[in-house]
Protein backbone atom coordinates (compact mmCIF):
# COMPACT_ATOMS: atom_id res chain seq x y z
CA UNK A 1 0.00 0.00 0.00
CA UNK A 2 1.04 3.62 -0.49
CA UNK A 3 1.94 5.45 2.45
CA UNK A 4 0.93 9.04 2.84
CA UNK A 5 4.10 11.63 2.22
CA UNK A 6 4.98 13.06 5.73
CA UNK A 7 4.43 16.64 4.26
CA UNK A 8 1.18 15.97 3.37
CA UNK A 9 0.31 14.65 6.76
CA UNK A 10 1.62 17.75 8.36
CA UNK A 11 -0.61 20.05 6.22
CA UNK A 12 -3.53 18.10 7.71
CA UNK A 13 -2.35 18.60 11.03
CA UNK A 14 -0.97 22.33 10.92
CA UNK A 15 -3.63 24.21 12.84
CA UNK A 16 -2.87 22.59 16.70
CA UNK A 17 -4.98 21.38 18.93
CA UNK A 18 -8.55 21.74 19.47
CA UNK A 19 -11.53 21.75 21.76
CA UNK A 20 -14.42 19.69 20.50
CA UNK A 21 -16.88 21.77 18.34
CA UNK A 22 -15.19 25.09 18.18
CA UNK A 23 -16.71 28.18 17.05
CA UNK A 24 -15.43 30.19 13.67
CA UNK A 25 -15.07 33.66 13.58
CA UNK A 26 -19.69 34.14 12.78
CA UNK A 27 -20.08 31.83 16.15
CA UNK A 28 -21.17 28.90 14.17
CA UNK A 29 -19.63 25.14 15.29
CA UNK A 30 -16.60 23.71 13.91
CA UNK A 31 -16.32 19.65 14.28
CA UNK A 32 -12.66 18.07 14.02
CA UNK A 33 -12.81 14.95 11.95
CA UNK A 34 -9.39 12.49 11.47
CA UNK A 35 -9.69 10.56 8.46
CA UNK A 36 -7.19 7.38 9.08
CA UNK A 37 -6.65 6.08 5.05
CA UNK A 38 -3.26 4.98 2.81
CA UNK A 39 -4.98 5.59 -0.16
CA UNK A 40 -3.98 9.12 -1.00
CA UNK A 41 -6.39 9.96 -3.52
CA UNK A 42 -9.12 9.29 -0.91
CA UNK A 43 -7.73 11.29 1.81
CA UNK A 44 -7.21 14.37 -0.36
CA UNK A 45 -10.97 14.08 -1.76
CA UNK A 46 -11.97 13.95 2.20
CA UNK A 47 -10.02 16.97 2.94
CA UNK A 48 -11.05 19.11 0.70
CA UNK A 49 -14.75 18.30 0.84
CA UNK A 50 -14.88 18.15 4.56
CA UNK A 51 -12.92 21.69 5.03
CA UNK A 52 -15.12 22.64 2.32
CA UNK A 53 -18.66 22.27 4.50
CA UNK A 54 -16.39 23.49 7.71
CA UNK A 55 -14.55 21.18 9.45
CA UNK A 56 -11.32 20.78 10.89
CA UNK A 57 -9.63 17.87 9.13
CA UNK A 58 -6.53 15.68 10.45
CA UNK A 59 -5.09 12.60 8.77
CA UNK A 60 -3.05 9.40 9.47
CA UNK A 61 -1.95 7.07 7.27
CA UNK A 62 -1.98 4.14 9.63
CA UNK A 63 -3.21 2.92 12.61
CA UNK A 64 -0.52 3.80 15.15
CA UNK A 65 -1.05 7.46 13.67
CA UNK A 66 -4.37 6.87 14.16
CA UNK A 67 -4.04 6.47 17.64
CA UNK A 68 -1.39 9.50 18.79
CA UNK A 69 -3.24 12.05 16.63
CA UNK A 70 -6.94 10.63 18.36
CA UNK A 71 -5.15 11.30 21.75
CA UNK A 72 -3.61 14.40 20.96
CA UNK A 73 -6.75 16.28 18.89
CA UNK A 74 -9.76 14.67 20.31
CA UNK A 75 -11.26 14.40 17.33
CA UNK A 76 -15.35 14.82 16.89
CA UNK A 77 -15.61 12.18 14.48
CA UNK A 78 -13.39 9.57 13.17
CA UNK A 79 -13.56 8.16 9.56
CA UNK A 80 -11.62 5.13 9.63
CA UNK A 81 -10.30 2.32 6.40
CA UNK A 82 -9.98 -0.88 8.06
CA UNK A 83 -7.21 -1.99 5.48
CA UNK A 84 -4.35 -0.13 7.16
CA UNK A 85 -0.34 -0.78 6.47
CA UNK A 86 0.60 -1.35 10.17
CA UNK A 87 -2.56 -2.96 11.58
CA UNK A 88 -6.73 -4.11 11.34
CA UNK A 89 -8.91 -1.15 11.63
CA UNK A 90 -10.64 -3.14 14.02
CA UNK A 91 -7.41 -3.09 16.18
CA UNK A 92 -7.95 0.70 15.77
CA UNK A 93 -11.48 1.18 17.18
CA UNK A 94 -10.61 -1.53 20.06
CA UNK A 95 -7.59 0.94 20.61
CA UNK A 96 -10.12 4.13 20.70
CA UNK A 97 -12.85 2.23 22.58
CA UNK A 98 -10.35 1.52 25.70
CA UNK A 99 -10.59 5.70 26.14
CA UNK A 100 -13.18 7.19 23.72
CA UNK A 101 -16.55 7.36 22.67
CA UNK A 102 -15.82 9.62 19.80
CA UNK A 103 -18.19 8.21 16.87
CA UNK A 104 -16.38 6.06 14.20
CA UNK A 105 -17.66 5.43 10.84
CA UNK A 106 -15.47 2.84 8.58
CA UNK A 107 -15.07 3.35 4.83
CA UNK A 108 -14.03 -0.01 3.75
CA UNK A 109 -13.33 -2.35 0.35
CA UNK A 110 -15.09 -4.85 2.50
CA UNK A 111 -18.59 -6.24 1.15
CA UNK A 112 -18.73 -9.84 3.77
CA UNK A 113 -21.53 -9.10 6.40
CA UNK A 114 -19.63 -10.84 9.22
CA UNK A 115 -16.38 -8.54 8.21
CA UNK A 116 -19.23 -5.15 8.92
CA UNK A 117 -20.66 -6.95 12.10
CA UNK A 118 -16.80 -7.20 13.30
CA UNK A 119 -16.28 -3.80 12.93
CA UNK A 120 -19.64 -2.61 15.15
CA UNK A 121 -19.35 -5.12 17.62
CA UNK A 122 -15.69 -3.67 18.09
CA UNK A 123 -17.65 -0.14 18.00
CA UNK A 124 -17.83 1.48 15.02
CA UNK A 125 -20.98 3.68 14.46
CA UNK A 126 -21.27 3.19 10.81
CA UNK A 127 -20.10 1.17 7.79
CA UNK A 128 -19.76 2.75 4.45
CA UNK A 129 -18.66 0.44 1.82
CA UNK A 130 -15.86 1.37 -0.96
CA UNK A 131 -16.31 3.12 -3.68
CA UNK A 132 -19.05 5.29 -1.88
CA UNK A 133 -20.47 8.56 -2.90
CA UNK A 134 -19.44 11.99 -1.06
CA UNK A 135 -23.22 12.70 0.06
CA UNK A 136 -24.13 9.92 1.20
CA UNK A 137 -21.21 9.99 3.31
CA UNK A 138 -21.29 13.59 4.36
CA UNK A 139 -24.91 12.62 5.61
CA UNK A 140 -23.44 10.04 7.74
CA UNK A 141 -20.79 11.92 9.12
CA UNK A 142 -23.80 15.10 10.18
CA UNK A 143 -25.21 11.98 11.66
CA UNK A 144 -23.18 10.69 13.66
CA UNK A 145 -22.22 14.28 15.26
CA UNK A 146 -26.01 15.08 16.07
CA UNK A 147 -25.66 11.62 17.80
CA UNK A 148 -22.75 12.22 20.06
CA UNK A 149 -23.57 16.48 20.56
CA UNK A 150 -24.94 17.15 24.11
CA UNK A 151 -27.78 18.19 24.60
CA UNK A 152 -29.89 19.82 27.43
CA UNK A 153 -31.89 18.55 29.77
CA UNK A 154 -35.41 18.74 28.49
CA UNK A 155 -38.79 19.49 30.93
CA UNK A 156 -39.47 16.28 30.95
CA UNK A 157 -36.17 14.97 31.57
CA UNK A 158 -35.99 12.15 34.66
CA UNK A 159 -34.02 8.93 35.61
CA UNK A 160 -35.13 5.89 34.51
CA UNK A 161 -34.46 3.27 37.13
CA UNK A 162 -34.58 -0.59 36.98
CA UNK A 163 -33.49 -3.46 39.27
CA UNK A 164 -29.84 -3.72 37.87
CA UNK A 165 -29.17 0.27 36.39
CA UNK A 166 -30.41 3.93 36.46
CA UNK A 167 -30.41 5.89 33.10
CA UNK A 168 -29.91 9.70 33.42
CA UNK A 169 -31.76 11.31 30.52
CA UNK A 170 -30.55 14.84 31.69
CA UNK A 171 -27.55 14.27 32.27
CA UNK A 172 -26.95 11.56 29.41
CA UNK A 173 -25.07 9.07 32.12
CA UNK A 174 -25.60 5.20 32.68
CA UNK A 175 -25.26 3.61 36.60
CA UNK A 176 -24.79 0.23 37.34
CA UNK A 177 -23.77 -1.00 40.85
CA UNK A 178 -22.82 2.26 41.98
CA UNK A 179 -20.52 3.34 38.72
CA UNK A 180 -20.52 5.15 35.34
CA UNK A 181 -21.37 2.91 32.58
CA UNK A 182 -19.32 4.08 29.54
CA UNK A 183 -21.77 3.85 26.47
CA UNK A 184 -20.40 5.13 22.80
CA UNK A 185 -22.91 7.63 21.41
CA UNK A 186 -24.65 5.06 19.04
CA UNK A 187 -25.31 2.68 22.14
CA UNK A 188 -26.92 5.81 23.78
CA UNK A 189 -28.92 7.01 21.33
CA UNK A 190 -30.46 3.63 21.08
CA UNK A 191 -31.08 3.23 24.73
CA UNK A 192 -32.82 6.65 25.05
CA UNK A 193 -34.92 6.29 22.30
CA UNK A 194 -36.38 2.68 24.24
CA UNK A 195 -36.33 3.96 27.40
CA UNK A 196 -38.54 7.15 26.67
CA UNK A 197 -41.13 4.73 25.65
CA UNK A 198 -41.15 2.14 28.39
CA UNK A 199 -43.37 -0.65 27.45
CA UNK A 200 -43.78 0.13 24.27
CA UNK A 201 -42.87 -1.74 20.52
CA UNK A 202 -40.21 0.46 18.43
CA UNK A 203 -40.41 -1.12 15.10
CA UNK A 204 -36.76 -2.40 13.97
CA UNK A 205 -37.23 0.73 11.43
CA UNK A 206 -38.14 3.15 13.73
CA UNK A 207 -34.99 2.48 15.64
CA UNK A 208 -32.98 2.89 12.81
CA UNK A 209 -34.04 5.72 11.34
CA UNK A 210 -34.28 7.76 14.78
CA UNK A 211 -30.62 6.24 15.97
CA UNK A 212 -28.55 6.23 12.03
CA UNK A 213 -30.96 8.26 10.35
CA UNK A 214 -34.10 8.54 7.61
CA UNK A 215 -31.71 6.93 5.18
CA UNK A 216 -31.89 3.64 7.08
CA UNK A 217 -34.43 1.21 7.90
CA UNK A 218 -33.52 -1.81 6.73
CA UNK A 219 -29.96 -2.47 8.33
CA UNK A 220 -31.13 -5.18 11.34
CA UNK A 221 -27.61 -6.19 11.65
CA UNK A 222 -26.94 -2.89 12.98
CA UNK A 223 -29.82 -3.60 16.04
CA UNK A 224 -28.62 -6.82 16.26
CA UNK A 225 -25.18 -6.16 17.48
CA UNK A 226 -26.25 -2.98 19.45
CA UNK A 227 -29.08 -4.69 21.16
CA UNK A 228 -26.01 -7.05 22.30
CA UNK A 229 -23.72 -4.70 23.37
CA UNK A 230 -26.55 -3.05 25.52
CA UNK A 231 -27.39 -6.09 27.32
CA UNK A 232 -23.60 -7.26 27.85
CA UNK A 233 -23.40 -3.69 29.70
CA UNK A 234 -26.97 -3.70 31.63
CA UNK A 235 -28.34 -6.89 32.01
CA UNK A 236 -27.62 -9.03 34.47
CA UNK A 237 -28.35 -12.01 32.49
CA UNK A 238 -27.35 -10.49 28.57
CA UNK A 239 -29.15 -14.29 28.05
CA UNK A 240 -32.18 -13.53 29.51
CA UNK A 241 -32.75 -10.04 29.12
CA UNK A 242 -35.72 -8.76 31.32
CA UNK A 243 -35.52 -4.88 30.49
CA UNK A 244 -34.67 -5.61 26.52
CA UNK A 245 -37.04 -7.35 25.00
CA UNK A 246 -36.51 -8.66 21.24
CA UNK A 247 -39.65 -9.21 19.78
CA UNK A 248 -39.03 -10.99 16.30
CA UNK A 249 -39.29 -9.71 13.17
CA UNK A 250 -41.12 -6.76 14.47
CA UNK A 251 -38.61 -4.77 16.83
CA UNK A 252 -37.70 -4.16 20.30
CA UNK A 253 -39.15 -2.74 23.70
CA UNK A 254 -37.84 -1.41 27.15
CA UNK A 255 -39.03 -2.83 29.85
CA UNK A 256 -38.23 -1.16 33.23
Known sequence: MTRQPAAEQGRHGER???GRGQEDGKGRRMYRVLVVDDEPQIVRALVINLRARGYEVDAAHDGAAALRLAAARHPD???LDLGLPDMDGVEVIRGLRGWTRVPVIVLSARHASDEKVEALDAGADDYVTKPFGMDELLARLRAAVRRAAPTGPDDDA?????DT???DLAARKVHRDGADVRLTPTEWHLLEVLVR?????VSQKQLLQEVWGPAYGTESNYLRVYMAQLRRKLEADPARPRHFITEPGMGYRFEA
Open 16 to 18: GQA
Open 77 to 79: VVL
Open 158 to 162: SAVTT
Open 165 to 167: FTV
Open 197 to 201: NPGRL
